[in-house]
């Protein structure tokens, strides 16, 4: 198959779409020439094909990301590595609309969210740029005979496996601080969403990487995503996905060499109103909070527990917030929801839509497609639901919230806290010593209050149990690049 096709946008017009693999800082074909089609979720119909990586292709991708670490990237300077990242940024910014378009094209989201996405993946590596010439170590005083110091080294070569929903953003945070750190890297891309990252990885060159530093693989979970994780030569595996695929992923590092693992996974996270909360604020972030992004964010504010004395208030005024929501076609300006990612998405949805009803819980609003093309769902909210029902316990990771009541702070943090999952949490109050108070008190990695699905590269985000292991953003993401060397240097060169 050709290694590029053309593509047209309905806001950027006719463009080259690269379709092949990128190994070494060049395009190639998959060694068994297998491809796989990209669905266009807005009208179901096929946006092309592009080449599929078996376990040949990540043994090609992952000998390049080892040659060039062994080669130069390990001893390339700091500075010109933050150097290469910070012109990444650059020529990202100049293409924010042509990426902006794609991944509206392949994923269904807003063109406004995808834009907003592109903007915050320019401002991630261009803070991981800023990072590369901050990496350091410690002296250590322990005798005045020695000299004692740590170093903050690579990994060496790193695995990242990106899901769909922000297809570019999880791209940017992986590699972000993987590069800065000194690391090499092979990505494989979701199935649904190669498309932009592989118009990306042309940037990769202009930006003056050398071959093998970045390399990104389009394929499967079941082949590519596999081969990655139960590689020998990859010394450590980066994931966002779901909780069952974290669990396979983590076997197949202890069942092959051991490779360091960080994980990104579900949540099903508690979005608290109390009662003293400015409601009409407070249904403003809730709503942003689950109906953002379709509902396909890993923090969505998924349970909303609402203080009995405001709940029906709340409730009527959710409902037509959740109702005025534009659902249509993903590149008009105005629209915020767009399809969901797939047939596969939106079926799985449904299914809970319908568990929901036969449940018990009462519709509030939506409960059923929207369009007859596309995979479009309205913005549903179940009220009265209880903590025994799947909707209220399991990811949806759709337009759709589970809402109940509560009387006391207590009873809310229980009601919080009673779930596999620590993700994120949203408090809404007016009260100070209430945000602070329950705010130690959620099992989960981020709390936003007043506010919600507040992540900034700045800030270290990633889950409490079952949500994940390691943290992504901020500082906290070098830690998992680095390996600490000790250093002990006996000055007097005598044994005492
Ligand atoms: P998934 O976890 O299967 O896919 C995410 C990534 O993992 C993709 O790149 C996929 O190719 C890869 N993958 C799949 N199986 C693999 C394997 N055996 N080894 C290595 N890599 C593998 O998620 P899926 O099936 O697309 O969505 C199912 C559910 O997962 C969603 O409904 C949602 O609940 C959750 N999810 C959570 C995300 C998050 O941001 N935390 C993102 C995507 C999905
Ligand atoms: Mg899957």
Avoid at 121 to 136: P, S
Avoid at 292 to 303: I, M
Avoid at 352 to 368: D, L, M, P, Q, R
């Amino acid at each position: 198959m050709s290694l590029s096709t053309k593509l047209e946008t309905p806001v950027t017009g006719i463009y080259t779409q690269p379709t092949g693999l990128w190994i070494d800082n060049q395009w190639v074909e998959a060694i068994e020439k297998n491809s796989f089609e990209v669905i266009n979720p807005a009208t179901e119909e096929v946006i092309c094909s592009v080449s599929e990586a078996t376990d040949k292709d990540v043994e090609e991708a992952v000998s390049a990301a080892r040659r060039a670490f062994e080669g130069c990237w390990r001893t390339t300077t700091p500075q010109q590595r933050g150097i290469h990242l910070t012109n990444l940024a650059q020529i990202c910014e100049k293409n924010i609309d042509n990426l902006a378009a794609i991944e509206c094209l392949e994923s269904g989201k807003s063109i406004s969210t995808a834009k907003e996405e592109i903007f915050a993946v320019i401002g991630c590596l261009r803070y991981y740029g800023g990072w590369a010439d901050k990496i350091e170590g410690k002296t250590l005083d322990i005798n005045p005979e020695t000299l004692h110091y740590t170093r903050q080294e690579p990994l060496g070569v790193c695995g990242q496996i990106i899901p769909w929903n922000f297809p570019m953003l999880m791209l940017a945070f992986k590699i972000g601080p993987a590069l800065a750190t000194g690391n090499t890297v092979v990505v494989k891309t979701a199935e649904q969403t190669p498309l932009a990252a592989l118009v990306f990885a042309d940037y990769v060159k202009q930006a003056g990487f050398p071959p093998g530093v970045l390399n990104i693989l389009s394929g499967s979970g079941k082949v590519a995503g596999a081969a990655i994780s139960s590689h020998m030569g990859i010394d450590k595996v980066a994931f966002t996905g779901s909780t069952a695929v974290g669990r396979t992923i983590i076997k197949a590092a202890a069942m092959s060499n051991l490779k360091q693992v960080t994980l990104e996974l579900g949540g099903k996270s508690p979005n608290i109103v109390f009662s003293d909360a400015d409601i009409e604020q407070a249904v403003s972030w809730v709503n942003f909070g689950i109906y953002y992004n379709q509902g396909q964010c890993c923090c969505a504010g998924s349970r909303v527990y609402v203080q009995e004395s405001v709940y029906d208030a709340f409730i009527e005024a959710f409902k037509k917030r959740a109702q005025a929501i534009s659902v249509r076609d993903p590149f008009d300006a105005k629209t915020f929801q767009g399809p969901q990612v797939s047939q596969r998405q939106f079926d799985r949805i449904m299914g809970y839509i319908e568990e929901g009803k036969k449940s018990g819980a009462t519709v509030k609003a939506g409960g059923k497609r929207q369009e007859s093309k596309g995979y479009f769902i309205q913005p549903t909210i179940f009220s009265n639901v209880t903590a025994d029902m799947k909707i209220m316990q399991e990811e949806i990771f759709g337009p759709v919230v589970a809402v109940a009541k509560f009387k006391t702070e207590e009873e809310v943090i229980k009601m919080s806290n009673d779930s596999p999952y620590g993700l994120a949490a949203g408090v809404h109050t007016k009260d100070l010593n209430t945000a602070i108070r329950v705010s130690n008190s959620l099992l989960s990695g981020t709390v936003w209050v007043n506010c919600y699905n507040m992540v900034h590269h700045q800030q270290p985000f990633g889950g409490y149990k079952q949500s994940g292991i390691g943290r992504e953003l901020g500082e906290a993401a070098l830690a998992n690049y680095t390996q600490t060397k000790s250093v002990a240097i006996c000055l007097s060169g005598a044994l005492f």
